[in-house]
């Protein structure tokens, strides 16, 4: 049982380097979600889609960018890391519509020196 | 925006000891979820509570809704070392489709 996988697990970028967020969830669920995990600030959300096709900001969309790619596959991309985006990520989805209890990823933990 | 707030930031209790963290939304909410992140690992749901005023007990975990909606708590009775962790509440601030989470309470528990 795979659940909800991202990668890569760790990733050190030098800042204007750009990369790819990966997150495959086999759930079938309909919702994802990416958040973000810094000290002292609890989860953040940085876009969700709630259904294939669709994606919509969160709290903290500034210098990324998303894509549905296909029901199981839910991508983030940062154009231009830059050090205040060195965070842990976390993916998640959620099956069903409406509330529901959300699966994570075990995380993808990024440095940008 | 909504914001959702959670006190204390940080408790560490000796083992057998109870322990309480509080949850308060800025707006109402439909639902609250309640999710438990064990260091260096990814949230994990606990439970869902949906109606106002309502009370679920896991063993030894106690969830609590508030009348308003605003509000919630997770009481926890003799902690045990596998406690130890931070405990997040999370709700949807209007589309059920969208979760914020609170700012989380870290627990230590010593023996």
């Known amino acids: 049982n795979a659940g909800v996988t991202q990668t890569p697990k760790f990733q050190v970028l030098k800042t204007g380097q750009s990369m790819t967020l990966q997150c495959a969830q086999d759930?079938?669920?309909?919702?994802m979600y990416w958040y973000r995990q810094d000290p002292g600030m609890g989860l953040r959300l940085i876009y969700y889609?709630?259904?294939?096709?669709t994606t919509d900001k969160g709290e903290v969309p500034n210098g990324y960018n998303v894509s549905r790619l296909n029901k199981r596959e839910f991508s983030l991309r940062l154009e231009s890391a830059a050090p205040s985006q060195t965070s842990v990520y976390f993916c998640?989805?959620?099956?069903?519509w409406g509330a529901g209890e959300l699966f994570f990823g075990e995380g993808s933990r990024l440095t940008v020196l | 925006g909504q914001q959702v707030m959670q006190i204390p930031q940080y408790q560490h209790v000796q083992e057998g000891e109870d322990f309480t963290t509080y949850c308060n939304s800025s707006?109402?909410?439909?639902?609250i979820q309640w999710y438990k992140q064990r260091p260096g690992g990814h949230p994990v749901f606990l439970i869902q509570?949906?109606?106002?005023?309502e009370v679920k007990k896991q063993k030894r975990l106690t969830f609590q809704f508030g009348e308003a909606k605003k509000n919630s708590s997770l009481h926890i009775t003799a902690t045990q070392t596998t406690d130890v962790g931070t405990y997040f509440c999370?709700?949807?601030?209007?589309?059920?489709?969208?979760?914020?989470f609170g700012t989380g309470t870290r627990l230590q528990v010593t023996l």
């Open positions: 998640a989805s959620k099956g069903g």
């Open positions: 707006t109402t909410l439909s639902n």
């Open positions: 509570l949906v109606k106002s005023g």
């Open positions: 999370a709700g949807p601030p209007g589309t059920a489709s969208k979760l914020t």
């Open positions: 759930m079938n669920h309909n919702s």
């Open positions: 889609s709630a259904s294939e096709g």
